[in-house]
């Protein structure tokens, strides 16, 4: 940190008084550089610290894609995006209910800055409310999720969008329909089998304590349900029509 008086994010942590005290509910740990196993301060890979952590939280303004949440799915971690990243209006596109598995989408897009804060807020919350045998769903039902964002499928978006590109820059050479859907638009993820129809009404009005583990009534079993989803994702994920420039 080249000059800690000027950074913004300590300038508000400091304006909101967070000093990690004894008495603060709210401890704060800011790593400004890229995390590694060498380094002197925090000797941690990437990977681990994801898979250490309860929540990603990542409420973005914008987001070209945004990796870090999808890190965090592959990993089992519960994450928060915005329907203004493309990662969620993936996730809202392909996913019938993100929330059951643990994909915690704020609309940036639609609502006032107060009220997408309220949101976050409130999904926070609601993620402290689960007991450990929840959490411990959600990580498997996130993991799942895995399958969506293989390369074997993201790729073929990828593969749409250059000969979408290659038609526009080389009309003559090659042909596209841009107006032509893609083979993978209409699949969407099932809800998870064993989610209740509602919200529950026996939660508790504060957040569990980590340690506590509640004999939920939830029914749930993870091999049923997970060859379910394996037999749910197996849409058909042919791309459309090639461009006549290039060589099948």
Request: glycine residues 6%.
């Amino acid at each position: 940190m080249l000059d800690d008086s000027t950074d913004p994010i300590l300038s508000n942590v400091r304006r909101i008084g967070l000093f990690n005290s004894r008495n603060d509910r709210v401890k704060i740990i800011f790593h400004p550089e890229f995390l590694s196993s060498t380094s002197p301060l925090l000797p941690m890979d990437y990977e681990d610290f994801v898979r250490g952590c309860n929540l990603g939280v990542f409420p973005s303004y914008y987001e070209p894609w945004g990796y870090t949440p999808g890190e965090c799915t592959v990993m089992g971690i519960p994450s928060v995006t915005t329907n203004l990243s493309g990662f969620g209006c993936f996730m809202e596109e392909h996913v019938s209910d993100p929330a059951a598995y643990g994909i915690y989408i704020v609309d940036r897009r639609f609502h006032s800055a107060e009220e997408s804060c309220n949101q976050l807020t409130q999904f926070m919350f609601n993620f402290c409310q689960q007991s450990r045998r929840q959490r411990i769903i959600q990580r498997t039902r996130t993991e799942r999720l895995s399958d969506l964002l293989d390369w074997r499928y993201l790729g073929r978006f990828y593969i749409h969008a250059r000969h979408l590109a290659l038609s526009r820059a080389l009309p003559d050479k090659f042909k596209m329909d841009p107006m032509a859907p893609l083979k993978t638009e209409g699949f969407r993820y099932p809800r998870p089998y064993s989610v209740p129809p509602s919200p529950s009404a026996s939660l508790h009005s504060t957040p569990h304590h980590s340690d506590v583990e509640d004999n939920d009534d939830e029914p749930y079993d993870e091999d049923e349900e997970a060859e379910r989803d394996r037999l749910n994702i197996q849409a058909p994920l042919v791309m459309g029509a090639v461009p006549e420039g290039k060589k099948k």
